[in-house]
Structure formats: C-alpha cells, structure tokens
C-alpha cells in the first residue's frame, strides 16, 4: 500500500516538474537570470538541474497534502488499513 501511494505522488509530481521546466525555461534563459544581483553561479544545465529539483520538492509537497487530506481520520491516526 505504501508503494501504491508514494507512486500516486511521486509520478504526478514529476510529470508536472517536468512541464514546469518547459514553461519556465521556455521564457528565461539561465544566462540572463541574476540571483540577488549577481550573474548565476551554475551552468545554464546546472540552473537547469537545480530548479527540476525544486520543482519537484514543490510539487511532491503539494500532491503529499492532497492525499493526506484526502485520508480519512482514522487512515491518518493508523487505526485503518487505508486505501
């Protein structure tokens, strides 16, 4: 059961990490983005690669609370098997 809801939120957030990415890097350029005003640090992949990784954390986080919220209370306190 616990693979079952990890995929439920792992694949999702990935998939939308994924099209964050196109968006977002379809509008900027990494070489012309500033971190508090100063010229990034990384490679255009390494600003590539860090922000898919935010991107994701955002969105497992997002997708975690959809299911916690979708549990009922007794799934949460472990009294049920769950889904």
């Known amino acids: 059961m616990l693979a079952k809801r990890l995929m439920w ?3 999702p957030a990935f998939l ?3 099209l964050l ?3 977002v890097f379809g509008m900027f350029d ?6 508090f005003g100063q010229p990034m640090p990384l ?3 390494g ?3 860090v922000s898919f990784f935010v991107f994701w954390a955002l969105a497992i986080l997002s997708s975690s609370l959809t299911t916690l919220l979708s549990m009922g ?3 949460v ?3 049920e098997a769950g889904y």
Do not use: C, F, K
């Not at 990494?30 to 971190?35: C, K, Q, S, V």
């Open 9 to 11: 939120i792992l694949w």
């Open 16 to 18: 939308v990490a994924g």
């Open 21 to 23: 990415e196109v968006v």
């Open 30 to 35: 990494p070489e012309d983005m500033h971190w």
């Open 43 to 45: 490679s255009r992949q």
């Open 47 to 49: 600003v590539y690669t």
């Open 73 to 75: 209370l007794a799934s």
């Open 77 to 79: 306190n472990g009294t």
